[in-house]
């Protein structure tokens, strides 16, 4: 599966973005979705995962509430609506795949996209 998102950008504190990531490939519903991020100097962590069907999701303790993973699988599309946004969210956000949600949920996953550029201005 090939991904690839976007809706990055720059934002003040307390803003909204909301990211998409669009799949193609294999049939999008059979992968458990999630975002991760990186921000400069630290590791890659894990934001949060949806499975296939969209009916289970799960969230980084530092994201919940403020953040809501959904997916549309007939645009073969899952979305990151990030809102009260903090310059600590500031990373290169970047959407991922894999074939079970449990794996998703650990942050491991097979199939990367690009990630694009999320900047949180105090």
């Known amino acids: 599966v090939q991904l690839q998102a976007s809706g990055g950008g720059l934002v003040q504190a307390g803003g909204s973005l909301r990211l998409s990531c669009a799949a193609s490939?294999?049939?999008?519903?059979?992968?458990?979705m999630g975002w991760l991020r990186q921000a400069p100097g630290k590791e890659r962590e894990f934001v949060a995962a949806i499975s296939g069907s969209g009916s289970t999701s799960y969230y980084q303790d530092s994201v919940k509430g403020r953040f809501t993973i959904s997916r549309d699988n007939g645009k073969n599309t899952v979305y990151l609506q990030m809102n009260s946004l903090k310059p600590e969210d500031t990373a290169v956000y970047y959407c991922?795949?894999?074939?079970?949600?449990?794996?998703?949920?650990?942050?491991?996953?097979?199939?990367w996209g690009r990630g694009t550029q999320v900047t949180v201005s105090s």
């Open positions: 991922a795949a894999t074939d079970y949600y449990v794996r998703a949920v650990k942050g491991e996953y097979n199939y």
């Open positions: 490939g294999r049939t999008f519903s059979g992968y458990a």
